[in-house]
Nanobody, 115 residues
């Protein structure tokens, strides 16, 4: 069993910031990738950012330079600092854990960027 629990979503004005957090629990292999995906209404779920247990990071081009992903390997947590938010960032954000060919997903947290 693996469980992912997100927090930190909400409503923010364009140009504002939010910090999302995710805590993973259960049987977790030490070598893994944690990250964030998002899905807006009517659109496919897309990658936002990932970070491996070794610290390698990837970002979608649309968020590069604005979002920062970080993790604590000891606690199996991952955060996403989102700055300079735009209306097009509005989506449900999902925490993801990838491990030995199996992906686990959190319940999702809503982020709305609007004036």
């Amino acid at each position: 069993q693996v469980q992912l629990v997100e927090s930190g979503g909400g409503l923010v004005q364009p140009g504002g910031s939010l910090r999302l957090s995710c805590a993973a629990s259960g049987s977790i292999f030490s070598l893994n990738v944690m990250g964030w995906h998002r899905q807006a209404p009517g659109k496919e779920r897309e990658l936002v950012a990932t970070i491996s247990s070794g610290g390698s990071r990837t970002y979608a081009n649309s968020v590069k330079g604005r979002f920062t992903i970080s993790r604590d390997n000891a606690r199996n947590t991952v955060d996403l600092q989102m700055n300079s938010l735009k209306p097009e960032d509005t989506a449900v954000y999902y925490c993801t854990l990838g491990m030995i060919g199996k992906n686990y997903w959190g319940q999702g947290t809503q982020v709305t960027v609007s004036s």
